[in-house]
């Protein structure tokens, strides 16, 4: 057995804000912009000052969230931002009053919340309500003349356990990975036990399959895609979720255990035809 450090999963790889939202206008300032700190350390807004909508406070989400510890991604092709660190991550969308924070190393998230406005860009800055930053454990108190954001108490997430063999792996976990003919020749590049409960395993050609007792959602992919079908695959109800024509996520379970495989690229839905027998 071998520990291996947790790797942050995120669908999103653009450092730069698309053009078309960086040449937004730049956002309403108050008359007296609040100073914003972070566990009492005063944070550099780089001068994208707070702002308020609908009478909820918004403020710079790259700015507050770095010294959170958090990694701010731009995500054009969802028209959204993805926030994450090693242990959680929250897909933001654009306009969409709808804030969610999902586990990267165990099972779950957390019911969708509303904060009172949907995240905005304003000339290359992403703001979002003050509020938000509770999902991330976080309370944030209004002063006359500041907003003081102060960690609740300190995450500890679950660990990721690398294994050296799928036996090994198996065996930990309680369960064995179904023999399905899809999975015949694919060569294994890592393989993990995550919260002590999930079987991941990852092969060499993209392809990545999760397994866990239950009925819930296993695939920790919480992003929304454009496509989204239920198709019977050898018997079984499958939800495939994707974009142009092409599957990058299957999800299903049969009452007693649940699954999911995804892909690094999209594959035709026709592939998981025969894939599960």
Not at 4 to 22: D, G
Not at 141 to 161: K, R, S, W
Not at 201 to 229: I, K, N, P
């Amino acid at each position: 057995m071998k520990y291996h450090q947790m790797m942050l999963t995120a669908a999103c790889a653009v450092s730069m804000m698309p053009a078309a939202l960086a040449a937004a206008p730049i956002a309403p300032a108050p008359v007296s912009a609040p100073a914003v700190t972070v566990e009492g350390t005063a944070v550099d807004l780089g001068g994208a000052a707070p702002y308020q909508e609908n009478g909820v406070w918004m403020v710079p989400l790259r700015a507050v969230a770095g010294p959170m510890g958090y990694e701010v991604t731009w995500c054009p092709e969802d028209n959204g931002v993805l926030v994450a660190d090693e242990a959680v991550k929250m897909n933001l969308t654009y306009g969409v009053d709808s804030y969610a924070r999902a586990s990267q190393t165990a099972l779950g998230m957390t019911a969708p919340q509303s904060y009172g406005a949907g995240p905005e860009a304003w000339a290359g800055v992403t703001y979002v309500p003050a509020g938000m930053f509770s999902l991330l454990g976080y309370t944030v108190e209004e002063g006359e003349d500041t907003l003081a954001f102060t960690q609740e108490q300190a995450q500890l997430p679950n660990p990721m356990v690398a294994w050296d063999t799928l036996e090994e792996a198996e065996e930990a976990v309680g369960f064995a990975l179904p023999d399905w003919k899809g999975l015949e020749g694919r060569e294994i590049q890592e393989v993990f036990v995550i919260g002590g409960e999930l079987l991941e395993v990852r092969y060499e050609d993209g392809l990545t399959c999760r397994m866990a007792r239950g009925t819930q959602d296993v695939s920790g992919d919480y992003q929304v895609y454009a496509e989204e079908t239920t198709r019977t695959v050898d018997g079984r109800e499958v939800t495939l979720k994707g974009k142009d024509g092409r599957v990058s996520l299957a999800v299903w379970n049969d009452g007693t255990y649940t699954w999911s495989l995804s892909w690094a690229e999209g594959v035709a839905p026709e592939t998981l035809e025969g894939f599960l027998a």
